[in-house]
């Protein structure tokens, strides 16, 4: 709240939910949220509450400028388009890269890397690879590079080789850099974020701009029968 | 300002819609509800695998609607006679073996059951989420500044027909009247001829007949997976204890009591009350009626 506050956003309201697994209507915060009337709506979803939020915010008309939500589940999973199809147009998803990410965009190992975990996940799935996918298989590729470095399992060995790492932006299969500080966190300025767009039934890659071929679309979002 | 707090004018078109939301979520609960406290009321036994019925219900929807577009409105009558026998099957490899047993042994049996159900999903279909969606599932219809789901609409419908139909069944027919027999009084009936393992059979193959068509008529408003039968279940067994063991008519009344409360404590107070708003209501019948609202006094108890 105060970090929006900050940057300058002003929170209208915030409902807050727990049982995202077990709610079955969601009704009275949206009949809520209708009142007021915010522009853009942050909502962090789970597989079961994504789609039920927006198939019932359709029924009662609640208009706004934008939907956005963070991480690979709910609007950021498959799910949500199988269960709501093009209906879904319009809401972002702060996620990692999805189809239109131009891997040109990418150091020569990334995108190496990057097209050999794709072509596997879409040999092996027939689809894209979504939200975690690239998220976990980097993190698995990042523990090769480092017992290759390492030479060893043994823990100081380890560390040593995990904070001599020094990769740039566009290096690692979602596009994200490497450098370890003295707490054990990879550095804020090696991750790159993407925000992707559910698009005609698919999450596609819109932002940063230089990453991808898709652009944004539906900004501010019209009526409901008119997001084709 | 929380808009739930002030009251005006426009707060009358918000009135109408959470009492319409209330109604609605509350035939899916009763319909949902009325299996249950059917099978509780005749043979005294908890089905713990209740929810998973509900599941089995929602994939059979899903299936069908997958493989044949065949619409759940369709399936529905598909789904009582199919589900009927299920329920027959069922009572004659699990439930016949402990309908005379102890209370433990019959719940340690529904809870193994329900596992088993889950898991057998789980290894059939996966763990992933389906949807259906035939047309009337995002068709929503406006009245005077409220919005009605059709698929919900007839999900109530038919909610208020079978829990009528049920009571019919037990009051007027002589079938009915056995199987009350039984409930009140299992050696009584033995001693008047009522071959009461029939009565069982029958009340526990209706119970899952209703469940699953419970199941087919919300597949077009939930995701399908194989634990989506808890989402409902938890709240079943605080409706047919509000509305008295076994009390058909009192599920339908517990369930829109339920769902009152729901609607209006999510609205008001947030979501993250509701649930300790109707387990505190749980709690209060438990110690003030335990026989349910509109249970008689030491209806509880019967045949235990």
């Known amino acids: 709240m105060a970090r929006a506050k900050e940057v300058g956003l002003q929170v209208v309201g915030a409902v807050e939910y727990y049982n995202f697994q077990t709610i079955n209507d969601m009704t009275p915060i949206i009949v809520k949220l209708k009142q007021l009337n915010p522009d853009v709506v942050h909502h962090i979803a789970y597989t079961n509450d994504a789609p039920l939020f927006w198939r019932q915010a359709r029924e009662q008309n609640f208009l706004f400028k934008a939907l956005v939500h963070a991480g690979a589940t709910g609007y950021g999973g498959s799910d949500f388009g199988k269960a709501v199809g093009n209906d879904g147009n319009g809401v972002f998803a702060l996620l990692e890269p999805g189809p239109g990410f131009k891997i040109e965009a990418l150091k020569p190992e990334g995108q190496k890397i990057e097209k050999d975990f794709r072509d596997a996940i879409q040999k092996r799935t027939g689809s894209y690879p979504l939200g975690a996918h690239q998220l976990a298989g980097g993190g698995l590729w990042l523990l090769k590079i480092v017992l290759d470095k390492a030479q060893s399992d043994d823990p100081d060995k380890f560390r040593t080789a995990v904070l001599s790492l020094d990769m740039p932006v566009g290096t690692m299969i979602n596009g994200w850099g490497v450098k370890f500080n003295e707490t054990g966190q990879n550095a804020n300025e090696r991750v790159q974020h993407y925000m992707l767009q559910w698009q005609n039934g698919q999450l596609v890659t819109v932002w940063p701009e230089e990453f991808t071929t898709n652009r944004a679309k539906w900004i501010p979002l019209g009526p409901w029968d008119q997001r084709k | ?304």
């Open chain 2, 1 to 304: 300002m929380d808009p739930a707090r002030s009251l005006g004018p426009a707060q009358i078109d918000v009135f109408a819609q959470l009492a319409v939301s209330t109604i609605l979520l509350g035939g899916i609960y009763a319909l949902i509800a009325v299996g249950l406290t059917l099978i509780y009321g005749i043979m005294r036994v908890v089905n713990f695998a209740h929810g998973e019925f509900l599941m089995l219900g929602m994939y059979l929807a899903f299936w069908a609607f997958t493989l044949w577009s065949l619409d759940p409105w369709f399936v529905l009558f598909v789904s009582i006679p199919l589900f009927f026998v299920i329920g027959l099957i069922t009572y004659a490899l699990v439930m016949k073996g402990v309908v005379r047993a102890s209370h433990n042994v019959q719940v340690f049996t529904t809870v193994g059951l329900s596992t088993v159900l889950q898991n057998l999903a789980l290894v059939l279909w996966s763990g992933d989420f389906h949807t259906v969606r035939p047309w009337h599932s995002l068709r929503a219809t406006r009245v005077l500044g409220t919005a009605f789901n059709l698929s919900q609409v007839v999900a109530f419908v038919v909610a208020i027909v079978l829990t009528v139909a049920l009571v019919a069944f037990m009051r007027l027919t002589h079938t009915g009247r056995v199987m009350r027999a039984t409930a009140q009084d299992h050696d009584a009936a033995v001693l008047m001829g009522i071959d009461t393992e029939r009565v069982y059979r029958l009340t526990f193959a209706l119970g899952i007949a209703a469940v699953g068509a419970a199941g087919v008529l919300v597949s077009p408003l939930y995701a399908v997976y194989p634990t989506a039968g808890l989402q409902f279940v938890l709240l079943s067994y605080v409706i047919v204890v509000l509305g008295g063991l076994g009390d058909m008519g009192g599920a339908l009344v517990g369930s829109l009591i339920v769902a009152t409360v729901e609607v209006a404590g999510s609205y008001i107070f947030g979501t993250a009350w509701k649930e300790i708003f109707y387990f505190i209501l749980f709690i209060g019948v438990l110690v003030f009626r335990p026989a349910g609202l509109f249970g008689q006094r030491g209806a509880e108890t019967l045949g235990m």
